[in-house]
Nanobody, 121 residues
Framework: EVQLVESGGGLVQAGGSLRLSCAAS????????IGWFRQAPGKEREGVSC????????YYADSVKGRFTISSDNAKNTVYLQMNSLKPEDTAVYYC??????????????WGQGTQVTVSS
């Protein structure tokens, strides 16, 4: 059974940092890309960042470039999203997802349950 479990969300002041984790199981981790997506109340889900577990290639949304960093620990089947210089507009439920194709513009196959990130002003 494929499982993606997010953790690390919480409440932080603007300018602060959080690190999200996505622990994956039930599939061959190295064969998949892992993406982070977010959805704020009343808004559509948007892609934030993704990483290829095989070669480490990454993509970032323009809104988070220079502030967020995605990384992968293949030994632990875990992907991290380090979020710095957080802004109130980063407030959303953050989901990790897995797919055989790297990118932020398509639907991923497998999804976690999400973790709430709230940035106060």
């Amino acid at each position: 059974e494929v499982q993606l479990v997010e953790s690390g969300g919480g409440l932080v002041q603007a300018g602060g940092s959080l690190r999200l984790s996505c622990a994956a199981s039930g599939f061959t981790f190295d064969d998949y890309a892992i993406g982070w997506f977010r959805q704020a109340p009343g808004k559509e889900r948007e892609g934030v960042s993704c990483i290829s577990s095989s070669d480490g290639s990454t993509y970032y949304a323009d809104s988070v470039k220079g502030r967020f960093t995605i990384s992968s620990d293949n030994a632990k089947n875990t992907v991290y999203l380090q979020m710095n210089s957080l802004k109130p507009e980063d407030t959303a439920v953050y989901y990790c997802a897995a797919d055989s194709v790297l990118g932020l513009g398509h639907e991923y196959d497998y999804w976690g349950q999400g973790t709430q990130v709230t940035v106060s002003s």
